[in-house]
């Protein structure tokens, strides 16, 4: 049986739904020089090689994390104050996930695998999503 990958857990900061982190990402400002979503960041994750071998970025939006997508590579990039940073470089597919309540934290977190949530299934694009509160209350309630 395989291993589940690692993950990382980071808060999407502005953004107030899945809709508005897809409408960010599909700006130029917020994608690598091959037109992939990037998230840029002060840290070079000290487990890179663990989070490229099948990781992804889970999105905390408004609270709750809500969604996740495959991390492709890590980039560095070199600031215009000399700093060199980590650009997290993001499959362009956004899954959504159960959502689970996660607290205010600086930086970015570790996930394990096994403890990363469901990807949800059968939602199709022309059905409205559960407002995050709502989904998320369900999920403290054990309904999703």
């Not at 897809?22 to 002060?42: E, K, L, M």
């Not at 071998?53 to 000399?82: F, K, N, P, T």
């Not at 700093?83 to 996930?111: E, M, N, S």
Request: hydrophobic letters at 40%; proline letters at 6%.
């Amino acid at each position: 049986m395989a291993q589940a990958p690692l993950n990382l857990i980071k808060l999407s900061v502005g953004t107030s739904s899945v809709e508005d982190l897809i409408a960010w990402q599909a700006s130029r400002r917020a994608q690598s020089d091959d037109g992939v979503p990037r998230h840029v960041t002060r840290m070079w994750p000290k487990r890179a090689e663990e989070l490229l071998q099948g990781g992804s970025i889970y999105w905390v939006i408004q609270g709750a994390l809500q969604c996740r997508q495959r991390i492709l590579r890590l980039d560095e990039v070199i600031g215009q104050d000399g700093v060199r940073r980590c650009a997290i470089v993001l499959d362009p597919q956004i899954v959504r996930t159960a959502t689970a309540q996660k607290r205010p934290f600086q930086g970015w977190r570790y996930l394990q695998g096994i403890d990363a949530p469901v990807d949800l299934s059968g939602t199709r694009d022309d059905e409205d999503s559960l407002p995050p509160g709502l989904s998320a209350a369900l999920a403290d309630i054990g309904v999703i």
